[in-house]
C-alpha cells in the first residue's frame, strides 16, 4: 500500500495532474511493486496565498507526501525517491529543485482498509524488507 498526497498552485496542478499521476504510478509499480490496479493519488491545489514556498522555488514547486506501510528496504525507499526526482523533471519540465518528496511509513496495524487492519489484509503483493531487494 501506497498512498499519494501532491501538494502545489492550483493553476499548475491542474497543467501537470494526469502526466504526474502517471509518473507516480509507474514508479510505485518498478519500485515498490504495486499491482497495475493501485493507484492512490489525492492532488491538493492551492492558491498561490496559501502555498508559501521559499524564494529559490518556481510556481511548479510540487510536495509529494507518500503514506506506506513501513518494512520497505531503504533500497527499495532510496530507489522509489530517485525513480521520481528523475523522471518527474524529465517527463513534465518541472526542475528537479522544485521536487520535494516525504515517505511516511507506518505500522500495518495502523490502517484501516476494507473493513479490517492493515496486517489482515492479504495483499497479494510483498512488502519488500532488506532480504527482499
Not at 25 to 36: I, N, R, V
Not at 63 to 77: D, L, N, Q, Y
Request: a negative charge; aromatic letters at 8%; charged letters at 30%.
Amino acid at each position: 500500500m501506497a498512498q499519494y498526497k501532491i501538494y502545489g498552485e492550483r493553476a499548475h496542478l491542474a497543467r501537470v495532474r494526469d502526466a504526474l499521476s502517471d509518473i507516480l504510478h509507474g514508479c510505485s509499480t518498478e519500485f515498490l511493486k504495486l499491482p497495475d490496479d493501485k493507484r492512490f493519488h489525492r492532488f491538493i491545489p492551492l492558491e498561490p496565498e496559501d502555498f508559501i514556498r521559499p524564494a529559490d522555488r518556481s510556481v511548479a514547486y510540487i510536495v509529494i507526501e507518500i503514506s506506506m506501510f513501513e518494512g520497505r528496504a531503504p533500497e527499495t525507499k532510496k530507489a522509489l525517491l530517485h525513480g521520481i526526482m528523475e523522471r518527474v523533471p524529465e517527463g513534465l519540465g518541472i526542475p528537479v529543485e522544485d521536487v520535494e518528496i516525504t515517505i511516511f511509513e507506518t505500522p500495518m496495524a495502523n490502517w484501516g482498509i476494507r473493513g479490517k487492519t492493515g496486517d489482515e489484509l492479504v495483499l497479494g503483493y510483498r512488502v519488500n524488507t532488506r532480504d527482499d531487494c
